[in-house]
Structure formats: structure tokens, C-alpha cells
């Protein structure tokens, strides 16, 4: 692995634009309803901004796994696994209906790690967001590459169920291969991990569909915005392990003695899948 070859990519940039419409507001609250926030009227739903802008790269140029290919805007990481790691959003602005949304994209840092699977690669992604007030978003995307399971390899053993935890404020959420197709439409996202079960179980090696992280973290920020009785200005959250889709799935979360609140996903077996963090 060149990892100085793959750090040359640090400091490209990209600009895309969008509009938030009402058939793109109309399509995400019906994709997460009732387990939203309720925002003030003629404002965007929280976590509507994963949705503007997406990649649309060409069927030829599109890599196996179904994400655009690799050595654009993102270095060329000879890893075949990419997941979302993390990161964090500042909310300074809401966006609005009807609003013209620039995204200013920056690869901000590309490191190497190695974990008990094998070599890590992270990127990290600087988003801008803007409407033609100024700022609305600032976002860090935290991006890991990691190597499949060598052919034949028995899946890892899954972990031991766990007590839920005491939650302020829970939701339950039907993890089906519905919600994950509507995800996939409204973001234009052709990763065949949520949604093709032959690849994600016979080329990744995973136990089945696996739920987006974007959908977790729209979730959580929602949740996190209905403890505080607003959007959060800070928000932060990251991966613990890959939540497998078909079983109901709870998002929940807790007041903090120091204002902020704490808000973590958990699969059936009780186990947490993602944790965040958000505060005003």
C-alpha cells in the first residue's frame, strides 16, 4: 500500500449543487415518518442534506461494488470494502424549501491503520454546505476501507446479546429491505451492500443487507434534535459495527447532566451499531 502516493489526494476538491424540493422533502419524510423531528414550517427535515447532491456517475463507471469508481475525487485505495466510519456536522443555518444548496467537497486527510482484520485506510471528506444566505452546514466524513474475508472464510462469530440500555427517549424502527431501497433511491446510491443479498453475503461476507450509516445517523440526529427540543448546532457520531437489516431496530437516547445528550442505535441482539453525540 503507497500510502504517500494515496495522500497526494489530500486537498482536492469538488462542487456539486442541488434544490431542495418538495418532492425530495415529501420522499424523506415519507422514507422516515413518524421518527422525525419536527422542524419549524418551510424548513428542511434534519439530515436532509445527505440527500442533496449525490454522485451520478455512469453505469461504465462504476466499480464492482456498485459506488463510483475510485481515483476521481477519492484516492484509488486498492481495499474493497468502503464503509462510513463517522463524522461530525455544525448545523449554523437551516436549509429551506425551495432553496439552491452548493456543496464544497475537500479530502481533508488519508491515513493508514491496522486492526485485528487486516490493513485500514480512512479519508476524511470537509463538506461546506451554502444556500445564497451563506453557510448553512459544515460536515467532516469520515470514510474506511478495509479487506474482504479471504474465500471461504467463515463469517465472524456474532457477539453475545446485551441488556438494552435506559433511554430517555427510544424508537423502534423496522430495519426492512423497503427502507433501505428508498434510502438508496433518495441518495442515488448504488452500493449492492443494501440492497443485492448474493454479493453483501457471498463477496463481503456479511450476514445479510446492512442498514446505511446515513440512515442511523439521520435517525440519531433526529432523535438527539426531539431530547433537545431543537437541531442541534454540534453533532457527532460514528460506527461500532455493521447493522444488519430485517429485524426492528431501536434508536435511542439520553439527557446529559452537562445539556448535551448522548443517542446510540442498537440491533436485536440489544448491541449498539452506531453512537453520536449532540449538543446546542
Same mark, same amino acid.
Request: aromatic residues 8%.
Given at each position: 500500500?503507497?500510502?504517500?502516493? $494515496?495522500?497526494?489526494?489530500?486537498?482536492?476538491?469538488?462542487?456539486?449543487?442541488?434544490?431542495?424540493?418538495?418532492?425530495?422533502?415529501?420522499?424523506?419524510? !415519507?422514507?422516515?415518518?413518524?421518527?422525525?423531528?419536527?422542524?419549524?414550517?418551510? *424548513?428542511?427535515?434534519?439530515? $436532509?442534506?445527505?440527500?442533496? !447532491?449525490?454522485?451520478?456517475?455512469?453505469? !461504465?463507471?462504476?466499480? !464492482?461494488?456498485?459506488?463510483?469508481?475510485?481515483?476521481?475525487?477519492?484516492?484509488?485505495?486498492?481495499?474493497?470494502?468502503?464503509?462510513?466510519?463517522?463524522?461530525?456536522?455544525?448545523?449554523?443555518?437551516?436549509?429551506?424549501?425551495?432553496?439552491?444548496?452548493?456543496?464544497?467537497?475537500?479530502?481533508?486527510?488519508?491515513?493508514?491503520?491496522?486492526?485485528?482484520?487486516?490493513? $485500514?485506510?480512512?479519508?476524511?471528506?470537509?463538506?461546506?454546505?451554502?444556500?445564497?444566505?451563506?453557510?448553512?452546514?459544515?460536515?467532516?466524513?469520515?470514510?474506511?476501507?478495509? +479487506?474482504?474475508?479471504?474465500?471461504?472464510?467463515?463469517?465472524?462469530?456474532?457477539?453475545?446479546?446485551?441488556?438494552?440500555?435506559?433511554? *430517555? @427517549?427510544?424508537?423502534?424502527?423496522?430495519?426492512?429491505?423497503?427502507?433501505?431501497?428508498?434510502?438508496?433511491?433518495?441518495?442515488? /446510491?448504488?452500493?449492492?451492500?443494501?440492497? +443485492? @443479498?448474493?454479493?453483501?453475503?457471498?463477496?463481503?461476507?456479511?450476514?445479510?443487507? @446492512?442498514?446505511?450509516?446515513?440512515?442511523?445517523?439521520?435517525?440519531?440526529?433526529? $432523535?438527539?434534535?426531539?431530547?433537545?427540543?431543537?437541531?442541534?448546532?454540534?453533532?457527532?457520531?460514528? /460506527?461500532?459495527?455493521?447493522?444488519?437489516?430485517?429485524?426492528?431496530?431501536?434508536?435511542?437516547?439520553?439527557?446529559?447532566? +452537562?445539556?448535551?445528550?448522548?443517542?446510540?442505535?442498537?440491533?436485536?441482539?440489544?448491541?449498539?451499531?452506531?453512537?453520536?453525540?449532540?449538543?446546542?
Amino acid at each position: 500500500m503507497d500510502i504517500d502516493h $494515496l495522500r497526494g489526494w489530500i486537498g482536492r476538491t469538488h462542487e456539486a449543487e442541488d434544490l431542495v424540493t418538495p418532492r425530495l422533502v415529501a420522499q424523506f419524510g !415519507a422514507t422516515f415518518a413518524p421518527d422525525v423531528f419536527a422542524v419549524p414550517e418551510g *424548513d428542511a427535515p434534519v439530515g $436532509l442534506h445527505w440527500c442533496l !447532491a449525490p454522485p451520478a456517475e455512469p453505469m !461504465a463507471e462504476l466499480a !464492482a461494488d456498485g459506488h463510483a469508481a475510485k481515483g476521481g475525487f477519492l484516492p484509488p485505495i486498492p481495499l474493497p470494502r468502503r464503509m462510513w466510519a463517522g463524522g461530525a456536522v455544525e448545523t449554523l443555518a437551516p436549509l429551506r424549501l425551495g432553496d439552491p444548496v452548493v456543496r464544497r467537497s475537500t479530502v481533508e486527510d488519508v491515513s493508514l491503520k491496522h486492526g485485528r482484520s487486516g490493513p $485500514l485506510v480512512f479519508v476524511a471528506v470537509r463538506h461546506e454546505v451554502s444556500t445564497p444566505r451563506g453557510l448553512a452546514l459544515r460536515e467532516r466524513h469520515d470514510i474506511v476501507y478495509r +479487506d474482504a474475508p479471504a474465500p471461504g472464510a467463515a463469517p465472524p462469530p456474532a457477539p453475545a446479546p446485551a441488556e438494552p440500555r435506559a433511554a *430517555d @427517549l427510544a424508537w423502534a424502527v423496522e430495519g426492512s429491505p423497503v427502507l433501505l431501497f428508498r434510502y438508496s433511491a433518495l441518495t442515488f /446510491n448504488g452500493h449492492r451492500i443494501h440492497y +443485492d @443479498l448474493p454479493y453483501v453475503t457471498g463477496v463481503e461476507g456479511y450476514a445479510g443487507l @446492512l442498514v446505511h450509516g446515513p440512515i442511523q445517523a439521520t435517525l440519531c440526529f433526529n $432523535l438527539a434534535a426531539a431530547l433537545l427540543g431543537r437541531v442541534p448546532r454540534h453533532y457527532a457520531f460514528r /460506527n461500532v459495527m455493521p447493522l444488519v437489516a430485517g429485524p426492528v431496530f431501536r434508536v435511542a437516547g439520553v439527557r446529559g447532566a +452537562d445539556g448535551a445528550v448522548r443517542c446510540w442505535t442498537e440491533g436485536a441482539d440489544g448491541r449498539a451499531r452506531m453512537e453520536a453525540e449532540a449538543s446546542v
